[in-house]
Protein backbone atom coordinates (compact mmCIF):
# COMPACT_ATOMS: atom_id res chain seq x y z
CA UNK A 1 0.00 0.00 0.00
CA UNK A 2 1.03 3.69 -0.66
CA UNK A 3 0.01 6.39 0.76
CA UNK A 4 1.09 10.14 -0.77
CA UNK A 5 0.69 13.63 1.39
CA UNK A 6 -2.82 15.06 0.44
CA UNK A 7 -0.46 18.11 0.25
CA UNK A 8 1.14 17.59 -2.16
CA UNK A 9 0.53 18.65 -5.33
CA UNK A 10 1.86 16.63 -8.34
CA UNK A 11 4.95 18.93 -8.99
CA UNK A 12 6.01 19.15 -5.75
CA UNK A 13 5.38 21.47 -2.72
CA UNK A 14 7.76 24.60 -3.38
CA UNK A 15 9.49 26.46 -0.71
CA UNK A 16 9.55 30.11 0.32
CA UNK A 17 12.31 30.54 -2.29
CA UNK A 18 10.85 28.51 -4.87
CA UNK A 19 12.68 25.42 -5.38
CA UNK A 20 10.91 22.34 -5.17
CA UNK A 21 10.62 20.88 -1.52
CA UNK A 22 12.65 17.68 -0.17
CA UNK A 23 10.71 14.23 -0.74
CA UNK A 24 10.87 11.34 2.04
CA UNK A 25 9.79 8.62 1.71
CA UNK A 26 8.36 6.29 5.01
CA UNK A 27 8.46 2.68 5.65
CA UNK A 28 6.15 1.50 9.05
CA UNK A 29 3.82 -1.25 9.08
CA UNK A 30 1.70 0.73 11.12
CA UNK A 31 -0.89 2.48 10.15
CA UNK A 32 -1.75 4.90 12.28
CA UNK A 33 2.48 5.85 13.15
CA UNK A 34 2.25 6.59 9.15
CA UNK A 35 -0.58 8.60 9.11
CA UNK A 36 1.01 10.63 12.20
CA UNK A 37 4.27 10.76 10.62
CA UNK A 38 2.72 11.82 7.43
CA UNK A 39 0.92 14.63 9.25
CA UNK A 40 4.18 16.51 11.11
CA UNK A 41 6.24 16.02 7.41
CA UNK A 42 3.38 17.12 5.73
CA UNK A 43 3.63 20.59 8.34
CA UNK A 44 7.29 21.00 7.88
CA UNK A 45 6.76 21.30 4.66
CA UNK A 46 8.17 18.17 2.71
CA UNK A 47 6.53 16.05 0.27
CA UNK A 48 5.75 12.15 2.13
CA UNK A 49 5.28 9.44 0.36
CA UNK A 50 5.04 6.12 2.47
CA UNK A 51 4.45 2.33 2.21
CA UNK A 52 3.90 -0.70 4.74
CA UNK A 53 6.85 -2.60 4.23
CA UNK A 54 10.22 -3.29 2.92
CA UNK A 55 9.76 -4.32 -0.31
CA UNK A 56 7.58 -1.52 -1.26
CA UNK A 57 10.31 1.06 0.15
CA UNK A 58 12.80 -1.05 -2.48
CA UNK A 59 10.82 -0.92 -5.58
CA UNK A 60 9.92 2.76 -4.88
CA UNK A 61 13.43 4.01 -4.70
CA UNK A 62 14.32 1.94 -7.36
CA UNK A 63 11.43 4.53 -9.69
CA UNK A 64 12.46 7.51 -8.63
CA UNK A 65 14.89 9.08 -6.16
CA UNK A 66 13.89 10.59 -2.67
CA UNK A 67 15.64 13.19 -0.81
CA UNK A 68 16.02 11.37 2.60
CA UNK A 69 14.28 7.57 4.00
CA UNK A 70 12.46 7.09 6.95
CA UNK A 71 12.53 2.80 7.44
CA UNK A 72 10.94 1.11 10.45
CA UNK A 73 13.34 -1.41 11.58
CA UNK A 74 10.64 -4.30 12.54
CA UNK A 75 8.65 -5.25 9.66
CA UNK A 76 7.04 -8.32 8.54
CA UNK A 77 8.23 -9.91 5.23
CA UNK A 78 11.42 -7.35 4.65
CA UNK A 79 12.90 -5.58 7.61
CA UNK A 80 14.16 -2.12 7.31
CA UNK A 81 17.73 -3.72 7.75
CA UNK A 82 17.89 -5.57 4.44
CA UNK A 83 15.37 -2.73 3.21
CA UNK A 84 18.32 -0.38 3.66
CA UNK A 85 20.77 -2.68 2.22
CA UNK A 86 19.45 -2.83 -1.11
CA UNK A 87 18.71 0.42 -1.35
CA UNK A 88 21.94 1.48 -1.10
CA UNK A 89 23.30 -0.98 -3.53
CA UNK A 90 21.00 0.64 -5.82
CA UNK A 91 22.09 3.53 -8.35
CA UNK A 92 19.63 5.85 -6.95
CA UNK A 93 19.41 5.34 -3.20
CA UNK A 94 23.25 4.99 -2.97
CA UNK A 95 23.82 8.88 -1.96
CA UNK A 96 20.36 8.98 0.29
CA UNK A 97 20.23 9.76 4.00
CA UNK A 98 18.50 6.72 5.91
CA UNK A 99 16.89 7.17 9.21
CA UNK A 100 16.04 4.23 11.36
CA UNK A 101 12.91 4.11 13.69
CA UNK A 102 14.26 1.54 16.23
CA UNK A 103 12.27 0.83 19.78
CA UNK A 104 14.26 2.52 22.63
CA UNK A 105 17.13 0.60 24.53
CA UNK A 106 17.23 -1.36 21.45
CA UNK A 107 21.17 -0.92 21.18
CA UNK A 108 21.60 -4.50 18.96
CA UNK A 109 19.21 -2.69 16.01
CA UNK A 110 21.31 0.51 16.50
CA UNK A 111 24.48 -1.38 15.61
CA UNK A 112 22.55 -3.10 12.90
CA UNK A 113 20.83 0.03 11.53
CA UNK A 114 24.69 1.59 10.46
CA UNK A 115 26.04 -1.54 9.56
CA UNK A 116 23.49 -1.76 6.93
CA UNK A 117 24.16 1.71 5.65
CA UNK A 118 21.94 4.21 7.96
CA UNK A 119 23.06 7.35 8.64
CA UNK A 120 20.91 8.28 11.57
CA UNK A 121 18.36 6.75 14.18
CA UNK A 122 15.34 7.69 15.81
CA UNK A 123 13.40 5.68 18.61
CA UNK A 124 9.82 4.82 19.30
CA UNK A 125 7.65 6.57 20.30
CA UNK A 126 8.70 9.03 18.07
CA UNK A 127 9.82 12.56 19.60
CA UNK A 128 8.96 14.94 16.84
CA UNK A 129 11.36 17.84 17.69
CA UNK A 130 14.24 15.32 17.59
CA UNK A 131 12.75 14.12 14.32
CA UNK A 132 12.25 17.17 12.70
CA UNK A 133 16.02 18.62 13.80
CA UNK A 134 17.76 15.25 12.64
CA UNK A 135 15.60 15.20 9.18
CA UNK A 136 16.25 18.94 8.62
CA UNK A 137 20.51 18.40 9.27
CA UNK A 138 20.63 15.59 7.23
CA UNK A 139 18.62 16.74 4.12
CA UNK A 140 20.27 20.04 4.06
CA UNK A 141 24.05 18.24 4.80
CA UNK A 142 23.08 16.46 1.58
CA UNK A 143 22.09 18.90 -0.43
CA UNK A 144 25.00 21.48 0.68
CA UNK A 145 27.12 18.42 0.21
CA UNK A 146 26.21 18.14 -3.50
CA UNK A 147 26.51 21.77 -4.19
CA UNK A 148 29.68 22.05 -2.79
CA UNK A 149 30.72 19.06 -5.24
CA UNK A 150 29.19 20.89 -7.88
CA UNK A 151 30.94 23.92 -6.44
CA UNK A 152 34.22 22.43 -7.22
CA UNK A 153 33.61 20.32 -10.57
CA UNK A 154 32.68 24.55 -12.03
CA UNK A 155 35.65 25.69 -10.00
CA UNK A 156 37.83 22.45 -11.66
CA UNK A 157 36.40 23.47 -15.09
CA UNK A 158 37.72 27.30 -14.98
CA UNK A 159 40.64 26.59 -13.37
CA UNK A 160 41.70 24.40 -16.43
CA UNK A 161 40.22 26.77 -18.70
CA UNK A 162 42.26 29.28 -17.19
CA UNK A 163 45.66 27.77 -16.92
CA UNK A 164 45.29 26.83 -20.46
CA UNK A 165 44.53 30.42 -21.18
CA UNK A 166 47.67 31.07 -19.07
CA UNK A 167 49.57 28.45 -20.88
CA UNK A 168 49.06 30.20 -24.10
CA UNK A 169 50.12 33.40 -22.89
CA UNK A 170 53.26 31.97 -21.39
CA UNK A 171 53.83 30.32 -24.81
CA UNK A 172 53.17 33.64 -26.56
CA UNK A 173 55.47 35.70 -24.39
CA UNK A 174 58.16 33.06 -24.83
CA UNK A 175 57.75 33.38 -29.01
CA UNK A 176 58.27 36.95 -28.10
CA UNK A 177 61.19 36.88 -26.23
CA UNK A 178 62.64 34.40 -28.24
CA UNK A 179 61.96 36.52 -31.48
CA UNK A 180 64.04 39.67 -29.41
CA UNK A 181 66.45 37.86 -28.63
CA UNK A 182 66.95 36.76 -32.13
CA UNK A 183 66.58 40.41 -33.48
CA UNK A 184 69.14 41.68 -31.06
CA UNK A 185 71.13 39.15 -31.80
CA UNK A 186 71.25 39.22 -35.19
CA UNK A 187 71.47 43.25 -35.58
CA UNK A 188 74.02 43.05 -32.98
CA UNK A 189 75.86 40.59 -35.39
CA UNK A 190 75.76 42.69 -38.26
CA UNK A 191 76.63 45.88 -36.48
CA UNK A 192 79.58 44.12 -35.15
CA UNK A 193 80.92 42.94 -38.57
CA UNK A 194 80.94 46.69 -39.79
CA UNK A 195 82.23 47.65 -36.96
CA UNK A 196 84.81 45.77 -36.18
CA UNK A 197 86.47 47.24 -39.73
CA UNK A 198 85.89 50.49 -39.04
CA UNK A 199 87.33 50.54 -36.06
CA UNK A 200 90.59 48.34 -37.52
CA UNK A 201 91.20 50.32 -40.48
CA UNK A 202 90.77 53.75 -38.28
CA UNK A 203 93.48 52.61 -36.13
CA UNK A 204 95.80 52.33 -38.83
CA UNK A 205 94.98 55.32 -40.70
CA UNK A 206 96.32 57.32 -37.46
CA UNK A 207 99.70 56.01 -37.57
CA UNK A 208 99.92 56.76 -41.16
CA UNK A 209 98.68 60.36 -41.71
CA UNK A 210 101.17 63.62 -41.03
CA UNK A 211 98.32 66.28 -40.04
CA UNK A 212 97.54 66.44 -36.77
CA UNK A 213 94.12 68.12 -37.57
CA UNK A 214 93.27 65.16 -40.06
CA UNK A 215 94.59 62.81 -37.03
CA UNK A 216 92.38 64.28 -34.90
CA UNK A 217 89.45 63.88 -37.00
CA UNK A 218 90.21 59.78 -37.46
CA UNK A 219 91.32 59.58 -33.72
CA UNK A 220 87.37 60.90 -32.86
CA UNK A 221 86.00 58.33 -35.55
CA UNK A 222 87.90 55.48 -33.85
CA UNK A 223 86.77 56.77 -30.33
CA UNK A 224 83.09 57.12 -31.36
CA UNK A 225 83.33 53.56 -33.54
CA UNK A 226 84.72 52.01 -30.21
CA UNK A 227 81.82 53.54 -27.85
CA UNK A 228 79.11 52.04 -29.98
CA UNK A 229 80.98 48.77 -29.98
CA UNK A 230 81.11 48.78 -26.31
CA UNK A 231 77.17 49.65 -26.50
CA UNK A 232 76.80 47.10 -28.48
CA UNK A 233 78.32 44.54 -27.07
CA UNK A 234 76.58 45.33 -23.37
CA UNK A 235 73.38 44.87 -25.03
CA UNK A 236 74.24 41.60 -27.16
CA UNK A 237 75.52 40.38 -22.99
CA UNK A 238 72.59 41.04 -21.59
CA UNK A 239 70.49 39.80 -23.73
CA UNK A 240 72.50 36.67 -23.09
CA UNK A 241 71.77 37.08 -19.19
CA UNK A 242 68.06 37.23 -19.61
CA UNK A 243 67.95 34.51 -22.21
CA UNK A 244 69.81 31.96 -19.84
CA UNK A 245 71.92 31.43 -21.92
CA UNK A 246 75.48 32.57 -19.54
CA UNK A 247 76.78 29.37 -18.21
CA UNK A 248 78.80 30.09 -15.00
CA UNK A 249 81.68 28.27 -14.57
CA UNK A 250 83.76 26.48 -11.35
CA UNK A 251 87.41 27.41 -11.89
CA UNK A 252 90.24 28.01 -9.92
CA UNK A 253 92.07 31.02 -10.01
CA UNK A 254 94.41 33.44 -8.56
CA UNK A 255 92.08 36.23 -7.49
CA UNK A 256 95.51 38.55 -6.79
CA UNK A 257 96.51 38.28 -10.13
CA UNK A 258 93.10 39.02 -11.25
CA UNK A 259 92.73 42.06 -9.74
CA UNK A 260 96.26 43.27 -10.53
CA UNK A 261 94.99 42.84 -14.39
CA UNK A 262 92.02 45.06 -14.06
CA UNK A 263 94.07 47.73 -12.20
CA UNK A 264 96.21 47.71 -15.16
CA UNK A 265 94.16 47.89 -17.55
CA UNK A 266 91.63 50.66 -16.00
CA UNK A 267 94.53 52.55 -15.05
CA UNK A 268 95.31 54.60 -18.11
CA UNK A 269 91.62 55.98 -17.95
CA UNK A 270 92.25 57.46 -14.18
CA UNK A 271 95.30 58.60 -15.77
CA UNK A 272 93.67 60.44 -18.67
CA UNK A 273 91.82 62.36 -15.62
CA UNK A 274 94.08 62.47 -12.98
CA UNK A 275 92.85 60.49 -10.65
CA UNK A 276 94.78 58.39 -8.25
CA UNK A 277 93.70 54.51 -8.46
CA UNK A 278 93.86 52.93 -5.46
CA UNK A 279 93.93 49.03 -4.09
CA UNK A 280 92.85 48.51 -0.67
CA UNK A 281 95.67 46.91 0.97
CA UNK A 282 94.48 43.11 1.05
CA UNK A 283 95.77 40.76 3.86
CA UNK A 284 96.06 38.01 1.94
CA UNK A 285 95.57 35.40 4.56
CA UNK A 286 94.84 31.87 3.03
CA UNK A 287 91.84 31.58 5.75
CA UNK A 288 90.14 34.60 5.81
CA UNK A 289 91.07 36.01 2.13
CA UNK A 290 93.01 33.19 -0.06
CA UNK A 291 94.89 34.11 -3.28
CA UNK A 292 93.17 30.87 -4.57
CA UNK A 293 89.73 30.63 -5.30
CA UNK A 294 87.16 28.53 -6.57
CA UNK A 295 84.65 30.36 -9.51
CA UNK A 296 84.46 32.23 -12.73
CA UNK A 297 87.00 34.61 -13.25
CA UNK A 298 85.19 35.83 -16.47
CA UNK A 299 82.06 37.43 -14.76
CA UNK A 300 83.89 38.34 -11.51
CA UNK A 301 85.87 40.21 -14.43
CA UNK A 302 83.31 42.07 -16.09
CA UNK A 303 81.73 43.22 -12.79
CA UNK A 304 84.58 44.81 -11.37
CA UNK A 305 85.69 46.37 -14.63
CA UNK A 306 82.05 48.20 -14.98
CA UNK A 307 82.10 49.43 -11.29
CA UNK A 308 85.91 50.60 -11.87
CA UNK A 309 85.00 52.33 -15.18
CA UNK A 310 81.96 53.87 -14.07
CA UNK A 311 83.41 55.12 -11.31
CA UNK A 312 86.20 56.96 -13.45
CA UNK A 313 83.26 58.31 -15.29
CA UNK A 314 81.38 59.97 -12.72
CA UNK A 315 84.88 60.80 -10.92
CA UNK A 316 86.57 64.12 -12.21
CA UNK A 317 88.77 64.76 -8.99
CA UNK A 318 90.14 62.56 -6.64
CA UNK A 319 90.80 58.97 -6.15
CA UNK A 320 89.07 55.53 -7.04
CA UNK A 321 89.59 52.71 -4.58
CA UNK A 322 89.14 48.68 -4.78
CA UNK A 323 88.97 46.88 -1.86
CA UNK A 324 88.20 43.19 -0.87
CA UNK A 325 87.96 41.26 2.53
CA UNK A 326 86.10 38.56 3.95
CA UNK A 327 82.68 38.63 4.21
CA UNK A 328 82.38 34.15 6.10
CA UNK A 329 79.62 33.31 8.31
CA UNK A 330 79.23 29.91 9.38
CA UNK A 331 76.61 29.28 6.40
CA UNK A 332 79.20 31.03 3.84
CA UNK A 333 82.43 30.59 5.20
CA UNK A 334 83.97 31.55 1.52
CA UNK A 335 82.08 34.62 1.06
CA UNK A 336 84.14 37.73 0.20
CA UNK A 337 82.92 41.20 0.04
CA UNK A 338 84.18 43.72 -2.58
CA UNK A 339 83.56 47.63 -3.02
CA UNK A 340 84.76 50.22 -5.35
CA UNK A 341 84.98 53.83 -3.77
CA UNK A 342 85.20 56.71 -5.49
CA UNK A 343 85.17 60.70 -4.82
CA UNK A 344 82.64 61.50 -7.77
CA UNK A 345 79.58 63.15 -8.06
CA UNK A 346 77.88 60.95 -6.10
CA UNK A 347 73.77 59.68 -6.49
CA UNK A 348 71.27 61.23 -4.86
CA UNK A 349 68.71 58.51 -2.33
CA UNK A 350 65.95 58.71 -4.59
CA UNK A 351 67.70 57.42 -7.06
CA UNK A 352 69.83 54.70 -5.74
CA UNK A 353 67.38 52.04 -6.78
CA UNK A 354 66.70 53.53 -10.29
CA UNK A 355 70.64 52.83 -11.37
CA UNK A 356 70.31 49.34 -11.05
CA UNK A 357 67.02 49.25 -13.84
CA UNK A 358 67.74 48.70 -17.79
CA UNK A 359 68.57 51.83 -19.48
CA UNK A 360 69.14 54.03 -16.78
CA UNK A 361 71.70 56.81 -16.43
CA UNK A 362 71.36 59.37 -13.77
CA UNK A 363 70.78 62.94 -15.10
CA UNK A 364 73.72 65.02 -13.87
CA UNK A 365 71.57 67.80 -13.07
CA UNK A 366 69.84 68.84 -16.36
CA UNK A 367 72.53 67.53 -18.81
CA UNK A 368 73.76 64.03 -19.75
CA UNK A 369 77.70 65.01 -19.57
CA UNK A 370 78.49 60.87 -19.66
CA UNK A 371 78.58 58.45 -22.28
CA UNK A 372 76.89 55.02 -22.08
CA UNK A 373 72.74 54.01 -21.70
CA UNK A 374 73.31 52.76 -18.36
CA UNK A 375 73.82 48.78 -18.85
CA UNK A 376 76.74 48.04 -16.82
CA UNK A 377 74.94 48.08 -13.46
CA UNK A 378 72.24 46.13 -14.85
CA UNK A 379 74.50 43.65 -16.18
CA UNK A 380 76.28 43.40 -12.61
CA UNK A 381 72.86 42.96 -11.00
CA UNK A 382 72.24 39.84 -13.26
CA UNK A 383 75.54 38.14 -12.67
CA UNK A 384 76.43 38.90 -8.68
CA UNK A 385 73.23 36.78 -7.75
CA UNK A 386 74.86 33.89 -10.10
CA UNK A 387 77.27 34.23 -7.93
CA UNK A 388 76.12 33.58 -4.70
CA UNK A 389 75.95 37.34 -3.57
CA UNK A 390 74.12 40.55 -3.52
CA UNK A 391 75.29 44.25 -4.30
CA UNK A 392 74.23 47.76 -2.96
CA UNK A 393 75.23 50.96 -3.31
CA UNK A 394 76.09 53.62 -0.04
CA UNK A 395 76.34 57.32 -1.64
CA UNK A 396 76.44 60.96 -0.47
CA UNK A 397 75.60 63.62 -3.52
CA UNK A 398 78.33 65.61 -4.11
CA UNK A 399 80.40 63.02 -1.67
CA UNK A 400 81.13 60.00 -3.71
CA UNK A 401 79.94 56.69 -3.61
CA UNK A 402 80.78 53.27 -2.35
CA UNK A 403 79.42 50.22 -4.69
CA UNK A 404 79.40 46.41 -2.47
CA UNK A 405 79.15 43.44 -3.63
CA UNK A 406 79.83 39.78 -2.56
CA UNK A 407 80.27 36.65 -4.07
CA UNK A 408 80.58 33.16 -2.54
CA UNK A 409 84.40 31.77 -4.59
CA UNK A 410 85.09 28.48 -3.21
CA UNK A 411 88.40 27.59 -1.71
CA UNK A 412 90.63 26.27 -5.02
CA UNK A 413 90.88 22.35 -5.21
CA UNK A 414 93.71 20.61 -5.71
Request: glycine content about 8%; some cysteine.
Amino acid sequence: MVDVNPATSKEGLRTADGSKSPSILVCNVEFALREMVNAHLGQWGYQVVSVADGRQAVEMCLERPFDLLLLDAQMPTMDGFEACRRIKASPLGKRVPVVMMIFLDDHASIEQAFAAGAQDYIHKPIHWTALKQRLHILIEGTRSGYLLKQHLANLGSLIGERTHELNLAKESAEAGIRAKDEFLSIISHEMRTPLNTIIGFSDLLVFSLQSDEDRSMVEMVLKAGRSLLELINEILELVRVESGEYRFQSLNFDLSSLIDEILCEVRPLADKKGLKLELHPIQWDPRTCPREVLGDPKRLRQVLLHLLRNAIKFTDVGSVCLGVRSASTSDLPTLLHFWVRDTGVGIPVDKQQAIFQDFTQLEDYHTRRHEGIGLGLTICKRFIPCMGGRIWVESWEGKGSTFHFTADLGSASR
